[in-house]
């Protein structure tokens, strides 16, 4: 099976034990051995087989082989929360002294895990900046180990140029770690242009439906080996019930990804030229900065947009609420359209020129475009950019 469609639906690792269609849910703590010699040669990785849920669990096992097959890596786990995947992807590999080179838009709490976090344990980090390609061969320090990167970026829809990330990686023997949260494995494989390991927030797309929370580390099994022994030991597991859903969600992944893009695009196109807009960001309107790399990279757009709207923070706040239908929360990837101001909540712990370095103007709003008709989302944006001038 070579599409991405069927390998999503079809791709099911082991037999049901009574014959299911639909895989069952294994909500168990642990599981049972046949005999001492059996636990014996489990515990010593001797032979393959379920131990207990904090390692493995036949529900986790199918949501990373689907994603693995998606992503065209070797292994994976999966984690509690996307921000257990981002954590275990750097902690699990880098170590007291060693130092990360990263694009500069990052989500949030990344960037928190970057400048706050992991300097209590000697692991540093800079910064670079996508407009300055030709000058990040200065950013590297003899300790640098690790290339981390999000594309498209949350929010500001960056596009990062994967295939030059690939090069510059293999030139400085450097870990490359790529967020691929917002495109999903529909819409591209980072590992295709050298990535070695790939995080996902399953909380978002790949759920869908704004159910349950959900993380994934993805990528080579040298270094996934290092990432279980990390997680196994530490704890970040992912519920079975979670990876249930999960697994399932994956099987309209594709057909639910081509509804938000679509919708995306109609929604961006409509407002690209509205006396109330600022501007319009979306990867795949000829206006974005990288439209071309975004077009060379990924399948399509993304389900995500932004608009900066003239007015800044008030008339930002008194455009959402006076939405009637997007919903207000801090999600996105659900069948339901979402609205985010990212100044003052994803993103509100940067300071104002953090935030201004990498575009989140307090006018910029972002929006999840759900699976709703085009129509009703368009008219209620347009409906709310109307009642919330003065």
């Not at 079975?240 to 859903?245: E, I, L, M, Q, S």
């Not at 994956?250 to 407002?271: G, K, P, Q």
């Amino acid at each position: 099976m070579s599409n991405f469609e069927t390998n999503a639906i079809r791709n099911i690792p082991g037999n049901p034990h009574q014959r299911e269609h639909s895989t069952p849910i294994a909500l168990t703590s642990s599981f049972t051995f046949e005999s001492a010699e059996e636990a014996r040669q489990m515990f010593a990785d001797e032979i393959d087989g379920n131990i207990y849920s904090r390692y493995s669990n036949p529900n986790t096992a199918e949501l990373i082989h689907k994603l693995c097959v998606a992503e065209g890596t070797e292994a994976g786990i999966a984690t509690a929360s996307g921000m257990a995947a981002m954590f275990g992807s750097i902690a699990s590999i880098l170590q007291q002294g060693d130092h990360i080179l990263a694009a500069r838009s990052l989500f949030g709490s990344t960037h928190q895990l970057l400048t706050r976090i992991f300097p209590k344990w000697g692991i540093t980090s800079t910064y670079g900046d996508i407009s300055d390609y030709q000058n990040w061969d200065k950013l590297v320090q003899p300790t640098t180990k690790m290339l981390f990167l999000e594309t498209p970026s949350n929010p500001g829809l960056e596009i990062i140029d994967l295939e030059w990330a690939g090069k510059f990686a293999a030139a400085h023997n450097l870990i490359l770690v790529v967020d691929n949260c917002f495109a999903t494995p529909y819409l591209q494989q980072p590992a295709k242009w050298g990535a070695h390991i790939v995080t996902h927030s399953a909380t978002k797309f790949i759920d869908g439906q704004g159910r349950v929370l959900g993380g994934l580390i993805l990528g080579t099994k040298e270094l996934m080996d290092e990432v279980t022994y990390f997680t196994r030991h530490t704890g970040p597991s992912m519920s079975p019930f979670n990876a249930w859903v999960l697994a399932k969600s994956m099987e309209t992944l594709a057909v639910r990804m081509d509804r938000h893009c679509n919708n995306a695009l109609a929604v961006a196109s409509y407002f690209q030229d509205s006396k109330d807009v600022e501007f319009v960001k979306y990867p795949f309107l000829p206006s974005h900065p990288q439209y071309e790399l975004a077009k060379k990279q990924m399948k399509l757009g993304g389900g995500i947009l932004t608009l900066n709207l003239h007015g800044g923070l008030a008339r930002a706040q008194r455009f959402i609420d006076h939405l009637q239908m997007i919903s207000i929360t801090p999600n996105l990837g659900d069948s339901r359209s979402i609205v985010t101001h990212p100044a003052s909540t994803t993103h509100s712990k940067l300071s104002s020129e953090e935030r201004a370095r990498v575009s989140i103007t307090d006018g910029l709003v972002r929006i999840s475009v759900g699976l709703e008709h085009q129509d009703d989302i368009i008219a209620d944006i347009e409906r709310a950019l109307e009642k919330s001038r003065l």
